[in-house]
Nanobody, 121 residues
Framework: QVQLVESGGGLVQAGGSLRLSCAASTRTFGRYAMGWFRQAPGKEREFVAARVWSGDGTYYADSVKGRFTISRDIAKNAVNLQMNSLTPEDTAVYYC??????????????WGQGTQVTVSS
């Protein structure tokens, strides 16, 4: 069982930056892919970014490519999401997840509770 806890959400103006962090209760690197998803009101949960369970491969949704960066902190057993050049369209609850897949919600077995990101115009 893996427990995930997100932090770092908040309110930011358009063009600003936020850094989300996801702390895992057990070692995940080399065992699980780690992903970030988001869900806006009235919309389905969507893929944002992920890194493979083994190696350094990373994947991004087209909507965030070039603005968001997913990284890992092995010492803290955490995965981070650096979000730059934020727009109001990035407003959503952001979820961290761990699983064996990469891009689909159904690929992930473990989910955090979510953290709210609000971007004002």
């Amino acid at each position: 069982q893996v427990q995930l806890v997100e932090s770092g959400g908040g309110l930011v103006q358009a063009g600003g930056s936020l850094r989300l962090s996801c702390a895992a209760s057990t070692r995940t690197f080399g065992r699980y892919a780690m992903g970030w998803f988001r869900q806006a009101p009235g919309k389905e949960r969507e893929f944002v970014a992920a890194r493979v369970w083994s190696g350094d491969g990373t994947y991004y949704a087209d909507s965030v490519k070039g603005r968001f960066t997913i990284s890992r902190d092995i010492a803290k057993n955490a995965v981070n999401l650096q979000m730059n050049s934020l727009t109001p369209e990035d407003t959503a609850v952001y979820y961290c997840a761990a699983g064996k897949g990469l891009l689909r919600v159904s690929d992930y077995n473990y989910w955090g509770q979510g953290t709210q990101v609000t971007v004002s115009s």
